[in-house]
């Protein structure tokens, strides 16, 4: 739209060819839904963050996908906050987003600007047998294919992303979806993405997150998903926090990004990555 500022970052990466990208627009004071959601729409990609500044401090923060709102994403608010910290200088930062409050904090590494969001409390769910019958049916997997190790559970972080991990890495790139039928569950059971993973060893992660009800068959990189998945591994039992985990996403789309989830005893999931600008 004219006169409103639309910026474009990659999250999760230092190249404009790798990780998330996501439009940000860092005074949305004025807008309506409907003109957030059509700017949305017109960027086309997986989310545009809309910040608004607050008179008594920290920013009131709302996520758009091309086709509807989405609650919280994480790929978009490390972009925002990056791009803030380039217009205004890095520091700390609260986000009053639709799931709460998120702090955001942003430091200076070279010339790297990284951010690391704080999710807000996590939360683990069972998936309902039907629903994972449908969620499997819709996807091809076959129950035989998942890791025992790690039960299928729906993680929250902010939005809601059914964890569900392949036993090799084989099925996990082999991803190959009915992306109406999964939209369809996803939409009546309130999912954001799925987060689909593979547990390379006790620390290390690779993903893939299709997409359907923000219209993306898959993201490229997914903050609110890996905070999930970090808090449904403590939730668990299946880490010993504090630790460190590493989530390796985007490859198989040709945008390979690198997300660092810091899991604590307690509280919010902390998630970190760099963003880089791309052109307009």
Known sequence: ??????????????????GNPAGVVLDASGLSDAEMLRI???VGYSETAFLVARAAG???????????????????????????????????????????????GTSVSGAEVVATLTSVAPRVEPIAAGALAELLAALG?????????LPPRVG???????????????????????????????????WTT??????????TFHARNPFPPGGVVEDPATGAAAAA????????GL??????????????LGRPGVLTVDVAARGGIAVSGPAVELGS
């Open 58 to 104: 920290g920013l009131d923060v709302r996520y758009f996908s091309p086709l509807a709102e989405v609650p919280f994403c994480g790929h978009a608010t490390i972009a925002a906050a990056v791009a803030w910290a380039r217009r205004f200088g890095p520091g700390d930062l609260v986000f009053h987003t639709r799931a709460g409050l998120v702090e955001v």
């Open 156 to 190: 929250y972080a902010g939005a809601f992303h059914p964890v569900v991990a392949a036993g090799s890495r084989e099925r996990l790139v082999a991803l190959d979806y009915d992306f109406d039928r999964l939209g369809a569950l996803m939409g009546r059971e309130g």
């Open 239 to 252: 880490v010993s926090p504090p630790v460190r985990l590493t989530v390796f996403q985007g490859r198989e």
């Open 1 to 18: 739209m004219a006169g409103v500022e639309v910026l474009r970052y990659a999250a999760f990466t230092t190249s404009p060819a790798g």
């Open 194 to 203: 799925i987060q689909l993973v593979w547990r390379a060893d006790a620390v």
């Open 40 to 42: 949305a729409a017109e």
């Open 229 to 236: 998945l970090g808090g449904y591994l403590r939730e668990l």
């Open 141 to 149: 997997w076959a129950a035989s294919e998942l890791d025992p190790a």
